[in-house]
């Protein structure tokens, strides 16, 4: 049974940055397909970015437009999102999820139901 647990969001101003992280626990994190999802209130889940087992691919939305970058340390059990330029448009409850053993591609990572494992979320909010 895999445990996540999101951490690192907050209130931040209209350009500001955050950085998110997930730990995780009762699996083995280096051999998962991760992937970070939002959802804004009235909103569906979205996906935000995705990273390979040992971060040799990255995949993400277009939305992210090069302001967020997803890595993880497989040492520390660990996943992060660097969040960069924030706009209010980003504030969301934000997730991390987990796919042990999976391999794909952007269609892949891009799909909620192809994870098996979420944490609870860490809400950002992002004011103008």
């Known amino acids: 049974q895999v445990q996540l647990v999101e951490s690192g969001g907050g209130l931040v101003q209209a350009g500001g940055s955050l950085k998110l992280s997930c730990a995780a626990s009762?699996?083995?994190?280096?051999?998962?397909?991760m992937g970070w999802f939002r959802q804004a209130p009235g909103k569906e889940r979205e996906f935000v970015a995705g990273i390979s087992w040992f971060g040799s691919r990255t995949y993400y939305a277009d939305f992210v437009n090069g302001r967020f970058t997803i890595s993880r340390d497989n040492a520390k059990n660990t996943l992060y999102l660097q969040m960069n330029n924030l706009k209010p448009e980003d504030t969301a409850v934000y997730y991390c999820a987990a796919a042990p053993g999976a391999i794909g591609s952007y269609d892949f990572y891009k799909a909620p139901g192809n994870y098996g494992y979420w944490g609870q979320g860490t809400q950002v909010t992002v004011s103008s």
């Open positions: 009762g699996g083995t994190f280096s051999k998962s397909a």
